[in-house]
């Protein structure tokens, strides 16, 4: 019968061939663009919601201390809290699609996802594109990338959401989040929270379109709802022109909130405070 180390071994042995099974798209470094669904296939990315952070167990799978991979070692951090880190985004999509992830859980290119190096498995992160302004809460529950200088692996309808999927990649800003962190909160909350902080300099953002026309649809709609101070602003981005519509200067907690509540009835997940 193998002794204790032995088992040791077989066991560290396992785990890294797991972590080498899991989705992590930095295992195969091609452009995953090619690997998009077909069209009208899965739910509109629009439509899936941001998962709500809540506490959960560290999953048996895909937490060692440390491993190894293409001959670089990862330690796993103890906790995500205060995790803040800029860098490049990719994502990934059906060559992975139902195949076992690092925590152990099949990968859905659909649901809101991701993968990191060393983040806890899972962790929730709001994911912010410094481009365009969206910005995401994904479930990280899996490892990678390990290609150059890339932080995160994004989901197919994650990458969507964002607007980063035809490029491919882009430049984000990566987010910890914990159940009580004050992004975790809804929108009414947490908008008055940021208008107490920022009266007089904050606008809420209600979403941001590559389509004037969009633009200007939604901004009839808030304004049926009695947002009166909407605005629509224009600027370049490395993808091009997008429309920006959003309300303000907010001048009190109260108004804040009333923004949020209309933001959550109409359904508009990346709708986000902006500080001038």
């Not at 899936?48 to 330690?75: A, H, I, L």
């Not at 992975?96 to 152990?104: E, L, M, Y």
Request: charged share 25%; net charge positive.
């Amino acid at each position: 019968m193998p002794g204790p180390d032995a088992l040791r071994n077989l066991f560290a042995i396992l785990l890294v061939a797991l972590l080498a099974a899991g989705c992590g798209r930095a295992y195969w470094p091609d452009d995953d663009r090619d690997h998009a669904p077909p069209p009208g296939s899965g739910p509109d990315p629009a439509s899936v919601n941001d998962p709500v952070p809540r506490n959960e167990p560290r999953s048996r799978y895909g937490n060692p201390d440390s491993y190894e991979v293409f001959g670089q070692t990862y330690y796993v951090k103890d906790t995500a809290e205060g995790y803040v880190e800029r860098g490049i985004a990719s994502w990934y999509g059906t060559k992975f699609h139902g195949r076992r992830t690092s925590s152990g859980e099949p990968y859905d290119m659909h649901a809101m996802t991701a993968a990191h190096k060393t983040l806890p498995l899972p962790t929730y992160v709001r994911v912010t594109h410094l481009e365009n302004g969206r910005s995401i809460i994904v479930r990280v529950n899996d490892r990678g990338p390990f290609v150059d200088d890339r932080i995160i692996d994004l989901s197919y309808t994650a990458a969507q959401r964002l607007g980063m999927a035809d490029a491919g990649t882009a430049p984000v800003e990566v987010r910890a989040l914990t159940t009580n962190h004050e992004d975790a909160q809804p929108p009414p909350a947490r908008f008055r929270n940021a208008a107490r902080e920022n009266r007089g300099r904050m606008h809420v953002q209600f979403g941001a379109f590559g389509s004037r026309e969009n633009a200007e649809n939604l901004s009839r709609q808030l304004r049926s709802e009695g947002v009166n101070n909407v605005s629509i602003s224009r600027t370049r981005t490395s993808s091009g022109r997008l429309f920006r519509v959003r309300a303000g200067p907010v001048r009190n907690p109260d108004e804040a909130e009333r923004l949020g509540r209309i933001a959550q009835q109409l359904g508009l997940p990346n709708a986000q405070v902006v500080i001038d």
